[in-house]
Structure formats: C-alpha cells, structure tokens
C-alpha cells in the first residue's frame, strides 16, 4: 500500500468528533509534519513504515466528498485502488472495535461512498474503527447528530486503545502479513 487516507472533518470544531477517527490514527502515523496541498483539497505528511515512506492523506473536503480528494491525488501519483488503505469510522462496530478488509461496500459511509466512486472501484483497503451505533449504546441521538459528537469517556479509552493497536500492526499490515495482523486486530 502506498496511500494511507485517515477520513474526517476538516476544521478545530470536529476535531474531537467520532467521525475523525481516521484522522487521529494518520496523526499518530505521521512522521513529518502535515503540508496542505491544495490541488488535492488535502493536508499530505509522510510515514516510514516497515522500512519505506508512505504517504498520508487527510482529506480537507468534508467527509461526504473525501473522494475528490482522494481520487485527485491517486490519479496524479498513479496510485491504483489495490494500493490504498482507508481508516475510517464505523457505527456497526461497537467502540474500539476493529476490522481489516479489501473492498466490500460502503456500508451506508458517505465518505467510502465518495471514495468508491472518484476511484472507479472498491478495491481499496479499508480498516474500520468501531464508534458504535447510538441505539446500541442506548442513547437517543440520530446517527447524524452522533458521528459529530465527541465519545463519551470510556468510548474514547477503547478507541485509543485500537489506536494504539492499529499503529503497532501497521508494519505487518504493509508488509502483506494481512491475515496475521487480522487475527490480531479482529481478536481483541
């Protein structure tokens, strides 16, 4: 893989939201400081993981047009679906739960969505962060008004402890050593 996108919403005020999770694993991935490229509607860092530089991309559009920039900057550096890792939240996963898989459908994310039809495929690798689902965690909030709402406190424990998880098993994962990474990341 040679593209790590973190989806989320630009700006301080999201910052804290559960729909930045993306962001916050590429934050901790990030081995430059983030530069703002405005062709690609992104702010672009670099990582050296398991032994080569990745780039790191954190869409400035909001997350239902991740897309754009995405697909912008695929297309220029010939960058093939196959070869990009998307990080993102996910409502059918309780908090801190984590799942590691290539292509499949967007599941309702309007971000992946977006992403799948800039790209013209859904090939592109996806690890998804449990943030749970409202009604599962018994509170009377659309989805909407969730995702833009930061965790409640133990939420947030659990997802930065598969932040953590994640940013270990990245070597493996970008290694090719997908299944073993896999059973560690889907087993916790």
């Known amino acids: 893989m040679k593209l790590i996108v973190g989806l989320g919403n630009p700006g301080s005020q999201y910052a804290e939201h559960r729909h930045n999770v993306g962001f916050w694993v590429v934050d901790r991935l990030a081995s ?3 530069a703002r490229e405005a062709k690609f509607k992104a702010e672009l860092a670099k990582a ?9 991309l954190k869409p400035q559009t909001y997350m239902n047009a991740s897309g754009e920039s995405v697909g912008a900057f695929a297309r220029f550096h010939r960058i093939s679906a196959e070869e990009i ?5 996910e409502l059918d996963l309780p ?6 898989k290539q292509g499949g459908g967007h599941g309702g994310h309007n971000g992946v969505r977006d992403i799948e039809s800039h790209l013209g495929s859904p090939n592109f690798w996806r690890l998804r962060i ?15 008004d969730f995702v833009l709402h930061a965790p409640r406190q133990e939420e947030q424990r659990a997802i930065d402890q598969t932040i953590d998880a994640v940013v270990q098993e990245m070597p493996a994962v970008l ?3 997908i299944t ?9």
Do not use: C, F, K
């Open 32 to 34: 430059t400081g983030w």
């Open 48 to 56: 050296r993981i398991a032994n080569a530089d990745r780039w790191l």
């Open 85 to 89: 890792l998307v990080i993102h939240d």
């Open 95 to 100: 908090p801190g739960g984590v799942r590691l």
């Open 130 to 144: 449990g943030i749970g689902h409202p009604r599962s965690l018994n509170l009377n909030q659309d989805v909407a």
């Open 175 to 177: 290694q090719g050593e």
């Open 180 to 188: 073993a990474a896999q059973r560690r990341l889907h087993s916790r």
